[in-house]
């Protein structure tokens, strides 16, 4: 009977278990000051208690404990203990994490390195992906690879739960429906041991939902969605060595594609058109997309939920049947769900093929005047005095693409002339331009010599002229006339330059 199956068990005791705890978190939160409140970024306008993630975490740890403590073997025959409860103490690690930055802000490169700890605390257990199976057969043995796919596979969806965890209920909803796919797919599979983990949080989330629904009364905070996302891979990975890799890893991530598909896109949006870091802060989302769209906060969690239920119902069909016509029914879901990207602006592909072409371009004008500059610091190893410091400063100028330079220098009589630099007009690609004055240490007078410089703005690209201004600001700063040899004798008399201006001298 149904009320026999552990699993029953799990997903009724962890509900209640959540029903109960949650409350208690909110309390808690309020006695404790422990708020998400309101920013730039936020989309709820009043503080809400954050730690939902430490009911969300004991009420799925506790039945599964529980089991565990009246059963010889509570996960099966053929399945190791070891790789599972590994998992299990790994999720609580990283919700403990999540906790402390809930509270405190943690950096976003010491939240990946104990993520990478993480997955490699449950790799070496014994949970990694090990090959690639279809229909039974293993038709690639992953080697070498093991770790770094496995890694790759559960910091992904760790960070893209986390990501989607951004309205009232989306994440909880989400994450419910993709648990109870991956649950259908392990008692299909024959291993109904190992949904006792995809049960029992399932149950923890819907509790959840009760109260975070909007308006949420509670947010999971970081502590909960890294927590479920880590639990949720790590889980995936020990189903697909038992079940095979379309019922353990494709089907659920079938039913997750909203996070994992805007994670994507996130990461395409801000490394390549924004250029920024990956993991910074925004409202780039899919849901916040959907709200610039003008739905309102309960349409857009709706939206969103439809699909994932959707993605979940061609998951169980594809579990159902091996046909080609399942086959046909997934690849139109991922149609539909780059249109609904494409919809509310999240995927910009002409955007993003124009964004790759000017970042190439970027990079190869940054590298050729990088090399230049090196050159050019060898060569003023030759420079001895102020004529040919000159002669250097000016060939710098044409390596770095300037307009014009103007030097403006006192005579040792007191009068004053300025030396000037010139590009040809034909040389100047664009009539846009960016101007500065760079100061130049001069040992002799104690003060700085000012060098007035123009930068040409080729193909419109304003951040290469400031790359060429800061690279040749440097190179004027290491090869500045202190360093000089002591010993230079006074300059010479002036005489007159190309374009009949006089080339004046430091006093001395």
Known sequence: MITDYPGTF?????????????PLAIRMARVWGLYDL????????????????????????????????????????????????????????????????DLVSIRAKYKLL???????????????????????NDIMQLGDGSWPITMLWI???????????????????????????LSVCLIWGGSPGLALLPLAWMGALLSFLVFNYNPAKIFMGDCGSMFIGFLFAGCCCLAQSHIGTTRGLLLPALALSIPIFDTLSTFVRRGILQRRSLFSAERG???????????????????????????ASVAVVSLLGNGWATGVVAIAFCAGLV????????????????????NRA????????????????????????????????????????????????????????VMKWRRSDSEIAEPTSLTAEIPVPQRRSGQFLRVSVEFSVNNGFLENA?????????????????????????????VPSEEGEIPSHIAT
């Open 362 to 417: 970027l990079g190869r004008e940054s590298r050729r005047h990088r090399i230049a500059f090196e050159e050019l610091q060898l060569a003023f190893r030759d420079v001895n005095d102020f004529s040919s410091w000159w002669n250097h400063v000016c060939r710098s100028a044409e390596v770095f693409e300037l307009a014009k330079m103007d030097l403006p220098l006192t005579r040792r009589d007191g009068s004053e002339t």
């Open 466 to 494: 400031g790359q060429r201004l800061a690279l040749f600001s440097r190179h004027l700063a290491e090869c500045s006339l202190n360093e000089l040899p002591e010993t230079v004798a006074a300059q010479p008399e002036p």
């Open 285 to 311: 989302h899919i849901h916040h997309r959907l709200l610039e769209a003008g739905l309102c906060h309960r349409h857009v969690v709706m939206v969103l939920h439809s699909a994932t239920l959707l993605g």
């Open 38 to 101: 309101p920013g730039v970024r936020k989309v709820h306008s009043n503080p809400i208690p954050t730690i939902g993630g430490l009911a969300i975490s004991i009420a799925t740890v506790v039945p599964i404990a529980a089991i565990a403590l009246t059963s010889i073997n509570p996960f099966g025959p053929g399945v190791h203990t070891s790789p599972v409860f590994t998992l299990i103490a790994a999720s609580i690690s990283i919700m403990v994490f999540g906790l402390v930055d």
């Open 339 to 358: 249109v609904l990207f494409r919809v509310a602006g999240t995927v910009r592909a002409r955007e993003t093929f124009g964004a790759i072409r000017r």
């Open 114 to 136: 104990l993520l990478l700890g993480a997955c490699a605390m449950f790799c070496g257990s014994g949970g990694a992906i090990r090959s690639i199976t279809f229909q039974g």
């Open 10 to 22: 799990c997903l009724v005791g962890s509900a209640a278990l959540g029903l109960m705890l949650t």
């Open 155 to 181: 910091v992904g969806v760790t960070v893209a739960i986390n990501f989607i965890d951004g309205l009232d209920g989306l994440a909880a909803g989400i994450i419910a429906t993709a648990s109870g796919v």
